[in-house]
C-alpha cells in the first residue's frame, strides 16, 4: 500500500475500533475505476462498514475528500486525499 495509503487507512482503522464497528477495504487500485480516478494514483480507498454514515463523517472531519451517499458510492464509503 502507497504511503499515502496508510495514514488513510489507519484514521479509518481507529474510528471503527473505537466506535465497535466493522470496516473492510473493497478497493484500492485493484479494479477497474472512472477514468482520472484517484484510485489509479494510490490516493484512495473504497470502505465497506458497518456504519458507513459513520465512517464517511470521520474521515470528512480528518480531512479526506469522502464520496458517499452520491451515484456510483451507495455501496460503499469513497475516501480519497
Same mark, same amino acid.
Given at each position: 500500500?502507497?504511503?499515502? =495509503? ?8 481507529? +474510528? ?10 473493497? @478497493? ?8 482520472? @480516478? ?16 459513520? =465512517?464517511?463523517? +470521520? =474521515? @470528512? ?21
Amino acid at each position: 500500500m502507497d504511503r499515502r =495509503l496508510h495514514p488513510m487507512f489507519h484514521v479509518a482503522q481507529t +474510528w471503527a475500533t473505537r466506535t465497535n464497528n466493522t470496516l473492510r477495504v473493497v @478497493s484500492a487500485n485493484d479494479h477497474i475505476h472512472a477514468d482520472r @480516478s484517484q484510485h489509479y494514483m494510490d490516493r484512495a480507498i473504497d470502505f465497506h462498514s458497518s456504519d458507513l454514515d459513520g =465512517l464517511a463523517g +470521520w =474521515l @470528512s472531519a480528518y480531512g479526506y475528500t469522502v464520496l458517499w451517499r452520491v451515484p456510483g458510492h451507495y455501496g460503499h464509503v469513497h475516501a480519497e486525499g
